[in-house]
């Protein structure tokens, strides 16, 4: 049994590799990745399709299809184990008790042949040993905390007499139903419209508040972790490059990467911009490994060290780490101690 | 919703020249059939009286959430659908009224881009053969003319001329959405409609495509009608917006009006709900979040589209749909509750 050094933190990932062993070739998509999620925090992932911020989370609680996925090394603990020691007893009894998913998709991550009823009690019975009535009976309680009416009635319907929104309610009522520590939720607003997104957002900050999990929010929209996080970390290419307070990202963003995808979106106020920026060029081939920073080949700042040695992730200013040679502030290269 | 040519909303008041594109009271119904004998059991209200003019070389927003009948709208534009009701007039041409030889002598013109370039390039032709294809079909370009003319369309949209013999998986996101567009500049189109071009796209390469569109828009002359849920890119590409809900626009206006002084309430629920990338405005913000959800247009509610889940409605916005008013140069609401 291992023991986590800090009180406070629920979840810590160490040193993350996960690759696929493809037809094409060996797939490195996550290249070593560290993080901490403190109790009742929300940390915003954030990055393009393909950078590993989904396989990340996947590989912490085995999710991926292994093979032809691989976790090559690491450590993920929560909870006084290893999860990625753990053996698929273990994780069984984490997945969906302690640890808490919502999807992107509702429509292909509920059943559509059981009732939303039998889905909801499932967990309650398999972590909980709980009663078929006082399953249900929870499961009356979830449905109403997560505002839909008619609850009671509503346990019987299947998952396409639901709307989008609605299903989306129900995936996060299931992964609320065993108090779990931590939440992960992958790209959960992504399928929903605006207005709906909305209701969502407003729903999860009021969750929040309520039973104090810690949330890990997963997500290309930088417009919706904006005004949820408290920390945010940027992915490419399967490293973390940036990692800061939600204020101080948006405000100072220290990787020309975020950066560059800040300054390219569109504003909803103030002065329309003459043209948009734009990054030129592709995501880097993930079949090579990488070995300089996998961000040099687009970036303006790139100089002769980019293309060199790959920077690791440090500490520049108070809550603000980055993985970059160049110091964008001073317009310099940074210099290292 | 009839109404007199004068009060078409959309009407630009202050361009004196002639529209290319101009709706009138467009529907497009579609019937829902049950039982054995397919027996029509009801209508899905798709388009339900759509009105605007589009100017020569504007750009035109068209934004809703899904199921607002934006896409069913584009392709009926385009005759992809012959609408059940109304006037699609292209150059003072009634295309509905069209036998479908004049139609097809006139289909160069109306280009569309597609939102999937997964889904819209064969993946069984090669890049040059796709391109080529709408010349073959509409223009006499033969032998040496013909693959020039695919080698400078590849070169206007950015990618390399000698990729003619690769394959659609060969290439990017980004890089198959601009050989949709160059498949759609062949003919020398004057207006295309863009259907969701950058919602498959990654946020680093939206900005590119973007960029592309308008560059071509500028150097051909082009005029967009440009659907997309994404408001703040709407903002930024297109000088009118209209919005639609539930088969009908609620809202048209000037693009810099309707941002800051929006007046349909569901416009301005719409606006709120998009979260700014800015964590210190997102707090102060005041935000409108709606209740419940899109109704289904099988069974649209009474009067105004949009009173189920209307902060402000009152008992007249069941009783009736409110007709489009004009408030300024431009901007028209329909709304009982705006004056």
């Not at chain 1, 009690?121 to 009976?137: I, Q």
């Not at chain 2, 759609?184 to 498959?200: H, K, M, S, T, V």
């Amino acid at each position: 049994m291992l023991s986590n050094p800090d009180s406070d933190v629920v979840l810590s990932v160490t040193d993350v590799v996960t690759q696929f062993d493809t037809a094409d070739g060996r797939v490195h998509a996550v290249n070593g990745v560290s993080f901490d999620v403190r109790e009742g925090e929300l940390l915003g992932v954030v990055g393009e399709s393909g950078c590993g911020k989904t396989v990340t989370m996947m590989s912490l609680v085995k999710l991926l299809p292994m093979p032809p996925g691989k976790i090559v090394g690491g450590s993920a603990l929560f909870d006084g184990q290893d999860l990625i020691q753990a053996d698929s007893d273990a994780l069984k009894k984490i997945r969906g008790g302690k640890i808490g998913f919502i999807f992107q998709d509702p429509m292909t991550s509920l059943n559509p042949v059981l009732t939303v009823g039998y889905q909801l009690t499932e967990a309650l019975r398999l972590h909980k040993n709980s009663s078929k009535s006082a399953a249900r009976k929870r499961a009356v309680e979830l449905l109403e905390l997560v505002g839909i009416p008619m609850a009671k009635d509503r346990l019987d319907d299947y998952p396409h007499q639901f709307s989008g929104g609605m299903r989306q309610r129900v995936m996060i009522a299931i992964a609320l139903s065993c108090d779990p520590k931590l939440l992960i939720a992958d790209e959960p607003t992504t399928a929903l419209d605006v207005t709906i997104q909305a209701q969502i957002l407003d729903l999860i900050q009021i969750l929040r508040k309520e039973l104090g999990m810690a949330i890990i929010w997963v997500t290309h929209d930088l417009g919706v972790v904006a005004n949820l996080a408290d920390r945010v970390m940027v992915m490419y290419s399967g490293f973390i490059v940036e990692r800061a307070d939600v204020e101080k990202l948006y405000s100072t963003p220290k990787h020309p990467y975020t950066h560059a995808l800040l300054r390219t979106l569109p504003q909803m106020e103030g002065e329309r911009a003459q043209r948009l920026e734009s990054i030129e060029g592709q995501p880097p081939d993930q079949l090579l490994q990488p070995e300089s920073c996998p961000f040099s080949p687009r970036c303006v700042y790139s100089f002769e060290r980019c293309t060199r040695e790959n920077p690791f992730l440090e500490f520049v200013s108070e809550g603000h780490e980055v993985a970059c040679w160049w110091d964008l502030e001073n317009d310099r290269p940074r210099e290292v101690s | 919703m009839q109404l007199a040519n004068e009060k078409t909303p959309g009407m630009s008041d202050a361009n004196s020249s002639k529209p290319l594109l101009r709706l009138k009271n467009v529907k497009q119904h579609f019937p829902i059939t049950a039982g054995l004998l397919r027996r029509q059991a009801g209508m899905i209200k798709a388009v339900d009286g759509v009105d605007f003019d589009l100017m020569p070389q504007e750009n035109l927003g068209l934004v809703g959430e899904s199921g607002c009948g934006k896409t069913t709208l584009g392709r009926t534009i385009l005759h992809l659908y012959r609408p059940t009701e109304g006037q699609i007039l292209f150059k003072d041409v009634n295309l509905t009224q069209l036998k479908p030889s004049a139609l097809r002598a006139l289909r160069p013109k109306m280009q569309m881009i597609f939102q999937d370039p997964q889904d819209s390039l064969n993946p069984r032709m090669t890049v040059g053969s796709i391109i080529a294809e709408p010349l073959d079909e509409h223009s006499t370009l033969k032998g040496k003319d013909r693959s020039n003319r695919v080698e400078e369309l590849l070169d206007a949209v950015g990618l390399n001329p000698r990729y003619t013999n690769r394959y659609p998986h060969e290439f990017s996101g980004g890089q198959r959405q601009r050989i949709g567009i160059a498949r759609a500049l062949g003919l020398n189109p004057e207006f295309i409609i863009c259907d969701e071009p950058i919602a498959a796209l990654d946020v680093s390469i939206q900005a590119q495509v973007v960029n592309l569109l308008e560059d071509l828009q500028e150097k051909l002359g082009l005029t967009y009608l440009f659907i997309s849920h994404d408001l703040g890119m709407i903002r930024h590409i297109s000088k009118r917006v209209a919005v639609m809900y539930l088969g009908k626009i609620v809202e048209l206006g000037p693009a810099h009006e309707l941002y800051s002084r929006s007046r349909h309430p569901y416009t301005k629920a719409l606006l709120s709900a998009v979260p700014l990338h800015n964590p210190g405005r997102e707090a102060k913000r005041e935000r409108i979040i709606l209740t419940g959800d899109v109704p289904s247009p099988a069974n649209p509610p009474s009067g105004c589209p949009f009173r189920t889940r209307c902060p402000i409605a009152e008992t007249r916005c069941a009783n009736s749909m409110p007709q489009p008013k004009k408030l300024s140069l431009g901007h028209w609401v329909a709304c009982h509750l705006v004056d």
